[in-house]
């Protein structure tokens, strides 16, 4: 298997245990220094995130559209289903270090009022 091959099996397993609410999984995906920039944190904000998100959306899927590889880096393109009205779409670039993540980060676009993952946790720490 090439390394893009890899690369884009490691993205496709990380929205895998999204989708399937197997977080505890996603850990060993990530690099033990791994940092997302968007959260300034690493992975344990991360899984904070997508547990405040899919509290939120019970039906809340993340579906690939577009993975496009570049030595240790893959920008991805996703969309996301289950929520009511809306029709999200995450922007995500990440840093590859011996085959895990070690960065990444992200914006995203049509996301419900105080529905992106960032006001979510910014929300519960005030509460």
């Known amino acids: 298997m090439s390394s893009d091959q890899k690369a884009d099996a490691l993205v496709r397993r990380l929205q895998e245990c ?3 609410r197997r ?7 990530h690099a033990p220094d ?8 690493g992975f344990p904000a991360g899984k904070d995130a997508w547990l405040a998100l899919t ?7 993340v579906v690939a559209q577009d993975v496009i590889l ?5 920008a991805v393109r996703s969309v996301v289903e289950g929520i009511d009205g809306a029709r999200p779409e995450l922007y ?6 011996d085959g895990r993540f ?12 105080s529905g992106s993952p960032r006001e979510l946790l910014d929300q519960d720490a005030d509460h």
Do not use: C, V
Request: hydrophobic share 45%; charged share 25%; net charge negative.
């Open 18 to 20: 999204f989708n399937t």
């Open 23 to 29: 977080f505890d999984d996603a850990a060993p995906l």
């Open 34 to 41: 791994f940092f997302s920039h968007p959260l300034g944190a």
């Open 55 to 61: 509290t939120r959306y019970p039906a809340m899927r």
């Open 70 to 74: 570049d030595g240790d880096k893959a």
């Open 92 to 97: 995500e670039i990440f840093r590859f270090e």
């Open 102 to 113: 070690a960065e990444m980060w992200g914006a995203s676009t049509g996301f419900p009022w």
